[in-house]
């Protein structure tokens, strides 16, 4: 069920919940977070509420959308609330602000009356992010900020920006994204030979924030020599490479959706690797309201990664 609100006030949609959940049972109770999601008023509006809902089966939230409007506009608000099965396991509210509504400080004031007591907030930013999300007003009010520097339209700056400015609670949908490639790597080489890694090579096209945060990773946490180059695929990331005396472990995805591993003693092995979709990695995000340390050393190794130029191949 979708109620639309138009030249409306926050006070106005605080009294439709209440009526709604009056009429129309408990829909409300059993929430365990807010989840604030902040982009503008076009395509991505729908895709980013599509991948709230599914996120919500696992962790059912009041979902509140700032849709950015025109900012040449009048002032206006224009209010939306969905429920039932237009809105998964949650509650949506869509804000979509005009003219002045439309700053960013106006934002974080109409989410402030909208958020559910004693729980905790989580702001995403599906699209364009601040650069420093921790310093912006709706970001003040959340314990978890949520970017994807992937989706953003410059990725290789907004990546930089996650980097310059990190701060406890931040994380993204490209580290997400690796949560898979992790656990491979970390099982392969939980098996004999336990031999430490001398160097590694990781490999992505030529602008994939997920590469960088891989080679990263592993500078951090193996102390070793990582190389970051080029491949002659255009699929994000594509191919790891482990050194050891032994031989070298190596996990490769020339197609994106299915890797092969390979190691010295066991057999290759075909993995299901695929991009994962968004709604599965702001689940995933939404389990945890505490600082991602891996994540945080994971942008610092980017500093300590060399480049090479030579595309590899996969």
């Not at 939404?286 to 942008?299: F, G, I, K, T």
């Amino acid at each position: 069920m979708i109620i639309d609100l138009p030249s409306s006030n926050t006070s106005a949609v605080n009294r439709k919940l209440v009526e709604l959940r009056e009429s129309g049972g408990v829909f409300a109770l059993g929430r365990v977070l807010t989840l604030v999601v902040v982009t503008d008023d076009g395509p991505l509006l729908e895709r980013s509420i599509d991948a709230a809902n599914e996120a919500s089966r696992e962790h059912p939230c009041r979902v509140i959308v700032l849709a950015r409007g025109q900012r040449k506009a009048s002032p206006r608000l224009d209010a939306q609330i969905r429920v039932g099965g237009d809105a998964g396991a949650s509650e949506v509210i869509v804000l979509r602000g005009y003219g002045p509504l439309a700053a960013e400080e106006a934002g974080a004031g109409m989410v402030m009356p909208l958020l559910l007591p004693d729980a905790p907030v989580v702001a995403w930013w599906p699209g364009d992010a601040p650069a420093s999300v921790a310093d912006d007003p709706v970001g003040k009010l959340a314990q978890r900020r949520i970017t994807d520097a992937l989706a953003a339209k410059n990725p290789s700056k907004a990546f930089e920006q996650r980097r310059k400015n990190y701060a406890d609670g931040d994380t993204d949908l490209t580290w997400t994204r690796l949560t898979n490639w992790r656990s491979q790597l970390a099982a392969a080489m939980d098996v004999p030979p336990w031999e430490a890694v001398t160097s590694a090579v990781v490999a992505g096209e030529a602008v994939s924030p997920s590469t960088e945060l891989m080679a990263g990773w592993l500078a951090a946490e193996l102390d070793v020599k990582v190389r970051r180059s080029p491949s002659e695929t255009e699929n994000g990331l594509s191919l790891v490479r482990l050194s050891r005396p032994s031989g070298p472990i190596e996990l490769a995805r020339p197609d994106g959706r299915t890797a092969k591993l390979t190691q010295p003693g066991q057999p290759e092995r075909l993995i299901a690797l695929a991009r994962r979709a968004v709604s599965d990695c702001l689940a995933e995000e939404l389990r945890r309201l505490d600082p991602d340390e891996v994540y945080r050393d994971a942008l610092a190794g980017v500093s300590l990664v060399t480049r090479g130029r030579t595309p590899v191949k996969v």
